[in-house]
Structure formats: C-alpha cells, structure tokens
C-alpha cells in the first residue's frame, strides 16, 4: 500500500526493519518475526517508522514509563510536519480530547467515573441483560441459518452481542447499533480512502456530540448521562471530553469483545481434546478466556505513546520525540514469560504465566472486566445450545480484516450440528 509519508520515512529504514502489513495476511508470521527482533523492534507503520516493544517484563515497565506519554504533540514525527492528517491511522492518535490521550491528573479526572461505572458491582448488576441479549443472539443464530445450514457467527451473534451491552450501558438506541457498526468498521478498515475515514470521524463527532446534548436535556441512567453529571475534582467535564470518552468507549468495548468470542471459538475447535476439558466441566471457562486473551489477542498492535526524553531499553534507546507502540500479540507469546511453548494454546497452562492483553497501569483498559464478563456468559451459553458447533470450511480459510490494529475475522461461517 502507497503511502504519502514512505519518501519522507525511507531515510529511517534499514534491514532490521520490519513492516507491519496492513493486509494482515500473514499475522503469526509477522508475530514471530517482531518477538525474533529482540526486545524492541523497528516498525514501518504505513511509512511512518516507530519502534515497538515485544516483550512482557519491558512492556510492564514501559506502560508505567512516566516519560512515555500519550499527548501527540510530544511526536517529534507530527510536530516537524511529517506525519499530518493525511496518514490513514491517525484517527487513533489524534482522537480529540479523551481519557485514552491525556496522562497524569488530567487522565484520572477524565477516566474516574468511566471506572466507577464498570465497577465489579455494577457489572454482576448487568449481568442478566447480558444473559438476556445472549439468549436472544442464539435464537437469532438458529434462525438465520441458510439452506445449507451455515451461518456466519461473526455477524448474527460475536457482533451485535457486545453492541447490545455496550449500547445499553452508554444510553445509544439500538436502531443505531448498525450504522454505528458500519462506521467502526470502515474507520479501521485500511481499504476505505483517508478522505472517506476523516468524514466518518467527522459524523462520528455530530452522532456523538448530539447524544451528549440530548442526555445533558434529559438526564437517563446510562454512563453518558454519568459522565455528563461528573464533577471530579470539582470541576466537570466539557462537552468535547464527553464526546471523546464515548467514541473511545464504543470502538474499544465492542471491538475487543468481538475478537475475543470468535479467536475462543476458533482455538477450541481447533483443540477438540481442550474443549472437550471445558465441556467435560474439568476446566473452567474462565481459563479459556485467559488463554485466548493471551494466545490470539483482540488487539494486535495499539497506537501509540511518545518519548518525552531519551528512554534505554537493554541496548536499544528510544531517542525523544519518538513513537512506541505495544505488539501484544507478541508480548502475549513472549517465551520467557510463558515457557517455551507460548506459541500453543493451553487452557491448562499455569496461573502464574499472566498475560497483559488489556494493558497495565494508568492506562489499562477500563473495559477488560466488562469484556471478560460477556465472553464468561457468551462462550459457555453458545456451545450448550450447539454443542456440535463447527467450522464451515477449513480453519485456514478463515480471513482476516485489513484491520492493523484489531485481530478482527472478516466472517466466521459456522455448522450448528
């Protein structure tokens, strides 16, 4: 894929860089080839070079690195006018103020009522709707089954099924899920044109924007509302903060979601022997949910944090101004933190191989216990009503989105048995 930036990044590149293909052919090649390079690695994002860390233990320390901060204006590649608007991943950059692009007070002044929203109790609280729409995504499933039996997973239960929660939660009227999906869908895609995804940020911003004024009219139970009313420290949130949280809110909480039902799925019935375990009752789903969350991440590669001053790393150094951005895909299949065999899929591998799928410190993922919670109900409720679920066609036709950022599956056609 052309790039406007690749002359102005050529000068940065040498042989030990690697490019990250926005196609997404080849995901556990590119993996072994990041974890290969060492510790960190040089990246090619689009012609945008960067550096990426691979490995658990340095990821942990960086992701806590007050010197590595969120605020784009700190990139020395956007301040000298070399990457501008015009590079396809920039939305997930320069996203508008939120609580995913500030750090220190001012990120736990914008993240604090996101948090108390999703606290354990609520979720429990939740919990039946989540079973509710889960139910009612199964019946969906049966009936949607075409004249030769398959049905696409992805699109009639792993989808909307997050939607529906993360809809309810943030007070969005489900005749929006599906344009809202849509939006999402093309705004990470890398085949749609930068003109056609800065215009689907732009309506995402009025969509938005206006939700927000109309919660602010007539307050509702939902977290808009919340975080509409929040005075954290005295001082409330405006308008754009709001609009910011949520627009972050949606894409990261269905999003993950979705990658993780379906790469679950996948994984055990790839492994007959361990889903059997599962079903059998000797393993729990929980563990499933783990495993998976290490082994085939939701997200392969998030975008990014900046060097405030010169940072070592082992023998590397990343220089001030620069990009780093996290690969847990190949964090989660780092050798010396989960053995030797990181690269198979084991829900019987140890507790004490943790993963660190949805981040660590200030900035880890406020909706980890959300996501954990629906794929909890999801996974087990699907293969009680199908316990001969199966794939349609051989796993190695399953493709991937040309998402560079998400571990998404373009379909996921199944047999209910």
């Known amino acids: 894929m052309n790039c406007p930036h690749a002359e102005a990044a050529r000068a940065g590149r040498n042989a030990g860089v690697i490019t990250i293909d926005p196609m997404v052919q080849d995901l556990d090649g590119e993996t072994v080839r990041l974890r ?3 510790v960190l690695a040089r990246i090619d994002l689009l012609g945008v070079p960067a550096w990426t860390v691979t490995r658990h233990a340095e990821a942990r320390q960086l992701l806590v690195d007050p010197r590595l ?10 301040q000298s006018g070399v990457v501008t608007r015009a590079w396809p991943l920039i939305g997930m950059i320069d996203a508008g103020r939120s609580m995913f692009t ?23 609280a939740i919990r039946p709707d989540i079973e509710k729409f889960t139910d009612e995504l199964l019946d969906a499933l049966d009936a949607a089954r075409g004249e030769d039996g398959v049905v696409d997973l992805k699109a009639v239960f792993a989808q909307p099924l997050p939607m529906k ?26 085949l749609t044109p930068q003109d056609e995804r800065l215009s689907l940020l732009a309506e995402l911003d009025v969509f938005y924007t206006d939700l927000v004024r109309e919660k602010t009219a007539r307050p509702t139970d939902d977290l808009t509302s919340a975080l509409i009313l929040a005075e954290e420290g005295g001082e409330p949130l405006t308008e754009e903060e709001v609009v910011g949280n949520l627009k972050a809110m949606v894409a990261a909480g269905h999003e993950t979601t979705i990658g993780l039902v379906l790469n679950a799925v996948r994984a055990l019935l790839s492994h007959p022997d361990q889903l059997r375990l599962v079903l059998d009752g000797e393993v729990g789903w929980d563990a499933v949910v783990e495993e998976t969350l290490r082994w085939d991440t939701p997200t392969t590669h998030l975008l990014m944090r900046f060097a405030t001053e010169d940072i070592a790393v ?13 690969s847990y895909r190949a964090i989660g299949r780092d050798f010396e933190q989960h053995g030797p065999d990181a690269d198979a899929f084991d829900i019987t591998r140890p507790t004490r191989n943790r993963h660190m799928t949805f981040g660590h410190g200030p900035h880890i993922c406020p909706g980890a216990a959300l ?4 794929a909890g109900i999801a996974l087990p409720a699907l293969f009680a009503r ?12 399953i493709t991937k989105l040309p998402v560079m950022t998400q571990n998404d599956m373009a379909a996921f056609p199944v047999l209910l048995g």
């Open 314 to 326: 082992g023998e590397e150094v990343i220089r001030k101004g620069e990009g780093v951005v996290i």
């Open 102 to 124: 500030v750090d220190g007070a001012e990120h736990r002044r914008l993240r604090t009522k996101t948090s108390q929203a999703l606290t354990p109790r609520r979720l429990e």
């Open 371 to 374: 996501s954990r919670v629906e």
């Open 36 to 38: 290969d390079a060492g």
């Open 386 to 397: 199908f316990p001969g679920l199966r794939l349609a066609v051989p796993d190695e036709e």
């Open 69 to 78: 901060v969120k605020d784009i204006d700190a990139w020395g590649l956007w």
């Open 165 to 190: 929660v993360v809809g309810m939660l943030m007070g969005v009227d489900e005749s929006q899920h599906a344009m809202l999906t849509r939006q999402y869908k093309a705004f990470f895609s890398m």
